[in-house]
């Protein structure tokens, strides 16, 4: 019998806690996971789910517009943000069910409440003492706080969810996923957008052509306003709005402001000290390929260490971790190579493996292939809206190296070519591979002319 009450016991109930609970569970483990929230992590609560909701109910603002062009005469009489958060919440909850459902059906024991480190093999849970031999910190990040005078009047992403009603007037500090996404959501549902980034482009580590591009068509949304090279100075209260001071010396008011800066890892009320458990720069915690912290029997994974913070990455991580501890599959190892990403913006991009900058840095002769035009639907929506795809190519193999595109449906388009790069598809692949027609996509499959 084992000298510990677990012998797997993971801290966090988000997408990498609980896959792993879950397959450590079916391998035999006797398996708890603690959970201060509710089940599903920032993902499901905070994150990914709920965001995709709100952009699917932004996107109908469009979709009554363009269908005019189509013979339809809608009569749009009002939107209703109450309406949408409380069906959205509905959907939350019912996701917070089939995690439990999930987790216990795999005999993994739910903890609620939160777990902090008295020595490397015990932790507190709210008052319980809990030993286990091997434990996983998966407790994810958290919106990074904006570091100004006045930061605190700013919102985050966490907030934004469960607002009672829909700003008038917002201004969006940042220019990474977050910032652009809700950007979208709320000018679709009605707000007034201003978005402050302190670079040149926003959406700095993907394709500068499909940067320009998007800020291009967002341009063109009466709803938003883009603000380059634009950073925050203070942020002030007023009777009746919030001005924020740029450090140019603008001047931007407004009734709620966001905060979309970046997140850092949620360590600091685990008493990491206690375990011996190292953690970095920026607090994420340090691990090695084995997900092995400094202390070798705590790992650590998903968005509290420095993998790319995102949610199938941490699902693979944690099944990776579980096989390997629990399913005596040493072998298994995720594959880190071209991870499709997608910004949920208006129109969304999508995008795999390296952009043109990144290849060139890293030394590749190489080829470019790239396509503008109108999709088909907007020739009779008359919406001026273009798509944008870019294929890079190693010249030498004539591999692809990277898949781009800003428009409709890129997301679920680029998935599939993540498969094909990574079986290391090259151009004569794609150039022999007959189009779909008419799609979008197909013009992946007909670039023929080099760009100059
Ligand atoms: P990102 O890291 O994507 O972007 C952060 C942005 O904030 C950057 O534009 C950065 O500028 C800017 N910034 C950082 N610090 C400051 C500061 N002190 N003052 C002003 N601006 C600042 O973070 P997000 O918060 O947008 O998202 C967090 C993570 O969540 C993402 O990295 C992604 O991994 C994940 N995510 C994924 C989504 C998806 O898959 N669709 C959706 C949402 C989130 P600069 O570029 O100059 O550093």
Not at 40 to 50: D, Q, R
Request: hydrophobic fraction near 40%.
């Amino acid at each position: 019998m084992s000298a510990y009450d677990y012998d797997y016991f993971v801290i966090g109930a988000g997408s990498g806690g609980v896959r792993s609970a879950r397959i450590a569970a079916s391998h035999g483990a006797k398996v708890a996971v603690a959970e201060s929230a509710a089940l599903g992590g920032t993902c499901v609560n905070l994150g990914c789910v709920p965001k995709k909701l709100l952009a699917y109910g932004s996107d109908y603002h469009a979709h009554f517009e363009d269908s005019k062009g189509y013979g339809w005469d809608v009569d749009i009489k009002s939107f209703d943000w109450p309406t949408l958060i409380a069906n959205k919440d509905k959907e939350i909850e019912r996701l917070n069910g089939a995690y439990r459902n999930t987790l216990e059906k795999a005999g993994v024991e739910i903890i609620p409440g939160y777990a902090r480190f008295t020595d490397a093999h015990t932790l507190d849970i709210d008052g319980r003492r809990i030993t286990a031999e091997k434990i996983l910190i998966a407790v994810g990040g958290q919106p990074r706080k904006l570091p100004v005078p006045g930061g605190a009047l700013a919102v985050t992403s966490d907030d934004i969810f469960h607002m009672p009603s829909l700003p008038q007037k917002i201004v969006i500090v940042g220019g990474g996923y977050i910032a652009v996404e809700f950007a979208h959501i709320l000018s679709g549902l009605g707000s007034e957008v201003t978005l402050l980034y302190r670079g040149e482009l926003f959406l700095r580590g993907f394709d500068d052509d499909l940067r320009k591009a998007l800020a291009e068509e967002m341009r063109k949304q009466k709803n938003i306003k883009l603000c380059f090279n634009s950073d925050v100075d203070h942020i002030e209260k007023q009777e009746n709005s919030i001005i924020v001071h740029g450090t140019d010396s603008t001047q931007h008011s407004c009734d709620l402001v966001l905060a979309a800066i970046g997140r850092d890892p949620k360590t600091e009320g685990l008493n990491l000290g206690a375990a011996g458990v190292e953690t970095g720069k920026s607090g994420q915690i340090i691990v090695n390929e084995r997900y092995e912290t400094s202390t070798p029997h705590i790992y650590a994974l998903g968005d509290v260490t420095d993998t790319p913070a995102l949610t199938p990455v941490a699902i693979a991580e944690g099944h990776v971790l579980a096989d390997r501890l629990f399913g005596k599959r040493e072998e298994r190892s995720v594959n880190y190579e071209n991870i499709a990403t997608a910004v949920f913006s208006a129109p969304p991009l999508s995008t795999v493996g390296l952009t043109e900058a990144q290849a060139a840095e890293k030394g590749y002769d190489i080829a470019i292939y790239q396509s503008g035009f109108r999709p088909m639907k907007h020739t009779l929506s008359g919406r001026d809206e273009r798509t944008f795809m870019k294929l890079v190519v190693d010249r030498k193999t004539d591999k692809i190296l990277g898949a781009h595109m800003m428009g409709l449906d890129a997301p679920e388009i680029m998935q599939g070519f993540a498969v094909a790069l990574n079986c290391g598809a090259t151009k004569a692949d794609f150039d022999r591979t007959i189009a779909m027609h008419p799609t979008s996509a197909e013009e992946f499959v007909t670039m023929r002319t080099e760009r100059g």
